[in-house]
């Protein structure tokens, strides 16, 4: 089955000023306080989650492994009056790729558990080394804590409409027994109460908890650390978050 970040124009189905004017809100409240002119995004993918950094008058640059979606982030820039620096990149292989430092350095999509917890953790120390002493380090992430011990197996979103066609999206959990998971996703497009397309999708993450996660941000000595929901306006981090974000500072 393919995976969704093949199809850019199907991700970004999604997409909507709203959504975009919740993405900026959420930057400025990570940000606030924090000096950050430069922001690389390891796993920017089409932009959804970064572009409205541009907004805020953060210089941004961004790296995924789908050209595809690096190729449709550029566009989107492009629309923005913007030009940005996009890299093919393993987020494992950061080094390789960008040689500068910056003010800060994220993973956004939930995108850290699509390696296995060991290689995660090599992850964020390739992220540390482009962070500028004092700088910042973020993440977000399903609450994979949650779904462990929920063991929810679907997950709704409400219905949505692009010109004349109603947009259903659903995903199904599968818990795999050596502890991964496969994320099936269905959309179903309707029009006059008749489905007229249908697409399917399937991503394999291997969950990761979050005190995994903050051990090695403090081995790594890092400081300052802030967890939220995702967005970040809505509050702080509960043990029934679905999706929260972690800033922390870089010692200076």
Known sequence: MPSLYDRAEIYDLLENERRYEIAKRNWEVLL????????????????SVTLP??????????????????????????????????RV??????????????????????????VENDQVLGVLEQMDALVSPGGWLCFDLRNWDKILRTRQRFYTYPPFFRDD?????????????DGSMDFNLLYTFERDNRIVQREEFREHYHPISQK?????LSVMGYQKVELY????????FTEDTDWYCVIAQKPG
């Open 32 to 47: 606030a306080g924090k000096n950050v002119r430069t922001l690389l995004d390891v796993s920017i993918g089409s932009g």
């Open 53 to 86: 950094l541009l907004d805020l008058g953060v210089r941004l640059s961004g790296s995924d492994l789908s050209e595809a979606m690096l190729e449709r982030c550029r566009r989107k820039a492009a629309e923005r009056g913007c030009e940005i620096d996009l």
């Open 89 to 114: 990149s393993d987020f494992r292989e950061l080094e390789q790729n960008f040689s500068g430092r910056f003010d800060c350095v994220a993973s956004t999509g939930n995108s850290l558990p699509y």
């Open 165 to 177: 066609i109603r947009i259903n999206l659903v995903q199904a959990w599968d818990y795999c027994p």
């Open 212 to 216: 995994l996660l903050l051990d090695k």
């Open 229 to 236: 929901q995702n967005p970040a306006q809505a509050g702080a």
